[in-house]
């Protein structure tokens, strides 16, 4: 077992954890508290490629193998977790289902763009009444000439308002359930497409969260995503590919929460010696710091896994539920290491506090990730390693 990183993986590692201390981390708690979205970064991220990692070079992307992905979320999560989800979003919700399943004609005409960062993309799936519940699905479809013809309504829509192109999940028929479920490629810049005003969230405040209305939107009949009825399965592949960078944003998360911590402990002096010497505070960052190791690696195992063409969805999820899981436990010790202070907004751990929460809750509950878990252990005869 090799555990080392090839030499474009570390160069990946430097290179955006570069930018990210100088570049990101200086204005995150400015975009908190006035909740912009940072255009500048995102152009400045076009320039490294940072935009188009999930996209072949073919079609103006920069191609990383998965865990250079991952890496680079990491890295942009320790400095700005709003940076880095939209950076995730537009990657492997939008681009990267277009790249598996959409039509040669739909990739060169769509994917350039976005993987240039000339425009941004995200994904329309959850819905006031579907949000774990795939199936259950509102947004309806119907045919008219050469187009689909959408309506209905969506919610917590990552770059609504902002993004071009939006990956849209819709039925033909409700009573079909999953069976009925269509993935499109919609472009929003039309009038069919009403964004509501941006949600006020606890945390990633400068990333744009909003809901959606369809209108009779029109998608062209190349916009489809696989074939008709093959939605749900266009979904389930990407979700098990975004939970990856979902679970690398909280390990960025976590480590920017540790490291302060530790930083902290060291210069903090109560009883006649730095915090970091008493066992209560001294356990507490051993603890963290070897929960923070195990959730690092299980999700780089699920990335190599997946680089060999493995099942993913039950190392994804493994990784996701474990890695947020994590997180939010790293996060809420920082805070108590902090004491007074990890209340204050002086300080970054309350803001690292606000913007994990989320992690447990979005591309799938935790409880939805256990139930993924437990329906790939019912379909085996061990858990245990093959020889």
Wanted: aromatic fraction near 8%; hydrophobic fraction near 40%.
């Amino acid at each position: 077992m090799d555990f080392r990183f090839t030499d474009q993986q570390r160069m990946i590692r430097q290179m955006v954890r570069e930018f990210a201390r100088e570049r990101v981390a200086p204005g995150a708690r400015q975009r908190d508290e006035t909740g912009q979205f940072p255009w500048d970064l995102f152009r400045q991220m076009a320039e490294l490629g940072l935009l188009g990692m999930v996209t072949p070079e073919a079609y103006g992307g920069s191609q990383l193998d998965l865990l250079s992905y991952l890496i680079a979320i990491e890295e942009l999560a320790w400095a700005d977790a709003s940076v880095a989800v939209g950076v995730s979003v537009h990657n492997s919700v939008c681009q990267w289902p277009i790249v598996h399943f959409g039509s040669d004609e739909l990739k060169q005409r769509v994917l350039p763009p976005l993987a240039r960062g000339e425009v941004l993309g995200g994904i329309m799936l959850t819905e006031p009444d579907a949000g774990s519940d795939l199936a259950s699905l509102s947004t309806t479809y119907k045919r008219v000439g050469n187009e689909f013809v959408l309506s209905g309504s969506k919610m917590w829509i990552t770059n609504a308002g902002i993004a071009k192109y939006f990956v849209v999940l819709a039925t033909k028929d409700k009573s079909l359930g999953h069976r009925g479920i269509t993935a499109f490629v919609l472009d929003a810049e039309q009038e069919g497409v009403q964004v509501d005003p941006p949600e006020k969230k606890m945390g990633l405040r400068s990333s744009v969260t909003a809901g959606v209305t369809l209108e009779e939107a029109r998608v062209p009949a190349g916009n489809l995503l696989g074939e008709e009825g093959q939605g749900f399965k266009v979904a389930l592949a990407t979700l098990d590919h975004s939970r990856l960078g979902i679970a690398a944003q909280a390990l960025g998360i976590a480590q920017a929460a540790l490291d302060a911590s530790l930083q902290y402990a060291k210069e903090r002096v109560q009883f006649g010696k730095p915090i970091i010497q008493h066992q209560a505070i001294g356990f507490r960052l051993a603890d963290m710091d070897t929960e923070l190791e195990a959730a690092r690696w299980l999700t780089y195992r699920a990335a190599w896994l997946a680089e060999q063409g493995g099942q993913v969805s039950r190392t994804s999820a493994q990784a996701k539920l474990f890695a947020t899981e994590t997180a939010n436990r790293i996060c809420n010790f920082a805070v108590q290491v902090f004491g007074g202070y990890g209340y204050s907004r002086e300080y970054v751990v309350e803001r690292l506090y606000r913007d994990v929460r989320v992690t447990t809750v979005y591309e799938g509950t935790s409880e939805v990730q256990r139930m993924v878990i437990a329906r790939a252990l019912e379909r085996l005869s061990t858990t245990a390693p093959e020889a």
